[in-house]
């Protein structure tokens, strides 16, 4: 699972664009202006707008501090994607304190490499009690991989406008991105379904039957169901239908996962043979085969797919 992960410069910069609004940080960028001019001087003006800006920041943090939303938060996010493809979904809010929340500022908890979510911020002006608010939003995953979204944050700048403090995020789930691929509408493998001893027995009875392959006499232990009486009366003597059990056809899909050098080149040609690599496994999947999957690397894993034995998201 893939967690984002900052260094001190990092989790300062997230805070600079998650807890400041555009007037918040104006308010500190003139303080650091006039903290920088007030220590090459001794005029007690400088140390006056020094305080005035000091004072003024504390206050707007305090009093959006009382004023943070009381809110629950609904997601459509789904928990699975395709790399590069860009998803849809809607955020509910709604308001379960007693108090109108006003200056309502939904923002996603994390600045990641791995996932872009569009638009960045949405804004509501205010939200009555028990009233709900939906709006839209969209996110696309760079890369395949499992991830870990932290979800949106549900703040206000309420009431000086200078910060956006809420209380925490909500929604965080985990979200597997399959590679992207390009479904193969025909894909010509020289098999079919076969007798074959030794062969996989039907692994999805719906649909299927065993096959009869002719007659036999009847030995003691027989089943009375499978008589074939109209035989037996026209030869005189009792015939039994003999069936034989229908079996698939294996087909191995292997994939080299041992990756021999970090270059940008080699990581490509990765990423394609993944691609088509699920592609194929797209399509065998919905035809009459077991799939065999290797992963082939440092380590060997196999897995058996196909009739009811493994999904198309336990395929990828």
């Known amino acids: 699972v893939k967690r984002a992960k900052y260094s ?16 918040g940080k104006a308010l500190v960028v003139v303080g650091i202006i006039s903290t920088s001019l007030g220590s090459f001087s001794t005029l007690i003006d400088t140390y006056i707008l020094v305080g005035f800006f000091f004072l003024l920041g504390s206050l707007g943090m305090f009093t959006t501090f009382l004023f943070r939303p009381k809110v629950e938060v609904f997601s459509t996010l789904p928990t699975r994607s395709v790399a590069g493809e860009k998803i849809d979904f809607s955020i509910t809010v709604k308001n379960v304190s007693s108090k109108k929340i006003r200056d309502i500022v939904i923002q996603n908890a994390d600045f990641s490499k791995f996932f872009e979510v569009s638009p960045p911020i949405k804004k509501f002006s205010c939200i009555n009690p028990g009233e709900s608010k939906e709006t839209k939003f969209s996110i696309k995953f760079a890369s395949r991989g499992n991830f870990i979204f932290q979800g949106f944050r549900v703040d206000t700048c309420f009431p000086l406008g200078l910060f956006k403090l809420g209380l925490g995020r909500k929604g965080e789930r985990a979200i597997l991105v399959y590679p992207w691929f390009s479904p193969l509408e025909k894909l010509h493998i020289p098999s079919s379904r076969r ?27 027989d089943r009375i169901r499978d008589i074939d009486w109209r ?34 080149s080699v990581l490509d040609n990765f990423e394609a043979s993944l691609s088509l690599g699920a592609s194929i496994a797209d399509y065998l999947s919905r035809q009459e085969y077991l799939i065999d999957i290797f992963a082939a690397g440092p380590q060997i894993y196999v897995m058996e797919a196909g009739r009811s034995l493994a999904h198309l998201e336990q395929i990828q």
């Open 231 to 264: 035989s037996s009366a026209r030869l005189g003597i009792t015939l039994v239908r003999e069936y034989q059990e229908e079996y698939f056809c294996r087909i191995a899909l292997v994939l080299d996962t041992q990756i021999t050098s970090k270059k940008n």
């Open 8 to 23: 001190f410069t990092q989790r300062l910069y997230k805070s600079w664009k998650l807890d400041f609004s555009d007037s």
């Open 195 to 221: 007798y074959q001893p030794g062969g996989v027995a039907l692994a999805s009875l719906i649909g299927d039957s065993m096959e009869y392959v002719g007659n036999r006499e009847y030995h003691n232990g």
